[in-house]
Nanobody, 123 residues
């Protein structure tokens, strides 16, 4: 599975961005998809995940109520809608495809990773 993120950029605090993740290769609809992020000088952290059919989502407490994950299994894509962005959301955001259909918050459960897209939130 090849995973590519897009949609990052520079936005002011309080603004919104929508990240996209396109996947190709094996059956996309069988994989859970996750979003992670890594700020400069910090470890990678979980942002959110969605299970194989989109029925279940999971979010980090830091983004709950502001970020929304969705997927389109016809277009083999997953999205991260980010609202009310804060400077502390600044990071490289990674999309990952899980080895199973269940979304989790552990990066050990994701087998395929994109190269990331930069999100910068100015104050």
């Amino acid at each position: 599975v090849h995973v590519v993120e897009s949609g990052g950029g520079l936005v002011q605090a309080g603004g919104s961005l929508r990240l996209s993740c396109a996947a190709s290769g094996r059956t996309f609809s069988s994989y859970a998809m996750g979003w992670f992020r890594q700020a400069l000088g910090k470890e990678r952290e979980f942002v959110g995940a969605i299970n194989w059919n989109g029925a279940t989502t999971l979010y980090a407490d830091s983004v709950k109520g502001r970020f929304t994950i969705s997927r389109d299994n016809v277009k083999d894509a997953v999205f991260l809608q980010m609202n009310s962005l804060k400077p502390e959301d600044t990071a490289v955001y990674y999309c990952a495809a899980g080895a199973t259909g269940r979304g989790t918050d552990s990066d050990f459960d994701y087998a395929y990773w994109g190269t990331g897209t930069q999100v910068t939130v100015s104050s």
